[in-house]
Antibody, heavy 122, light 111 residues
Framework: QVQLMESGGGVVQPGRSLRLSCEAS????????MHWVRQIPGKRLEWVAV????????YYADSVKGRFTISRDNSKNTLYLQVNSLTIEDTAVYHC???????????????WGQGTVVTVSS | DIVMTQTPLSLSVTPGQPASISCKSS???????????LYWYLQKPGQSPQLLIY???NRFSGVPDRFSGSGSGTDFTLKISRVEAEDVGVYYC????????FGQGTKLEIK
């Protein structure tokens, strides 16, 4: 079955960096656009970034533009999020999520990973 | 940015009774291809969100038919015809016409 497994989170000081990973199994990653969505504790979900199936197109939320970079290695069935210049406001659970197109319908975030926790604290 | 506003923010429902959640967008979610890109998700306690409804009114695979979505333009509704204990959690609407933005969530509890 489809599974997404994030890793790479941790506790870091403001200004530092992390590289989050999302390993996909049960499907072929290279045929799907992929997203990162974060959830700040007690608050709403916030979309972070998207990458097209082949990596040629990438878009970011204004709140992370210039600091975060989404990438993928389809040969490893893995999605990445490089997070730089972290601030306290970046503290959240980071989920990867799949976007599928089935019979002409866009199934946005049809599968989610359990998330990896990023805590930014001095 | 498109702002998504849900009401109510919480509701308590007796099992077997209906429930309804409203979601309003700050601009129309009707895209140039003729489709309306409004989605509903449920985040059960301790779990990641799961897709319930796509493109306003289509139930995702495995979603019980007691869940239904409706609406157009800027006004949308998620209805649960008969609430069950397993329906507890936070419901989110989301638009994907202009990037992706979520509503603030509606917490459903069982009386």
């Amino acid at each position: 079955q489809v599974q997404l497994m994030e890793s790479g989170g941790g506790v870091v000081q403001p200004g530092r960096s992390l590289r989050l990973s999302c390993e996909a199994s049960g499907f072929t990653l290279r045929t799907y656009a992929m997203h990162w969505v974060r959830q700040i504790p007690g608050k709403r979900l916030e979309w972070v970034a998207v990458i097209s199936y082949d990596g040629t197109n990438k878009y970011y939320a204004d709140s992370v533009k210039g600091r975060f970079t989404i990438s993928r290695d389809n040969s490893k069935n893995t999605l990445y999020l490089q997070v730089n210049s972290l601030t306290i406001e970046d503290t959240a659970v980071y989920h990867c999520a799949r976007e599928a197109v089935v019979a002409g319908a866009r199934l946005i975030f049809d599968h989610w990973g359990q998330g990896t926790v990023v805590t930014v604290s001095s | 940015d498109i702002v998504m506003t849900q009401t109510p923010l919480s509701l308590s429902v007796t099992p077997g009774q209906p429930a309804s959640i409203s979601c309003k967008s700050s601009q129309s979610l009707l895209y140039s291809d003729g489709k309306t890109y409004l989605y509903w998700y449920l985040q059960k306690p301790g779990q990641s969100p799961q897709l319930l409804i796509y493109e306003v009114s289509n139930r995702f695979s495995g979603v019980p038919d007691r869940f239904s979505g409706s609406g157009s333009g800027t006004d949308f509704t998620l209805k649960i015809s008969r609430v069950e204990a397993e329906d507890v959690g936070v419901y989110y609407c989301m638009q994907s016409v202009l990037l992706w933005t979520f509503g603030q969530g509606t917490k459903l509890e069982i009386k």
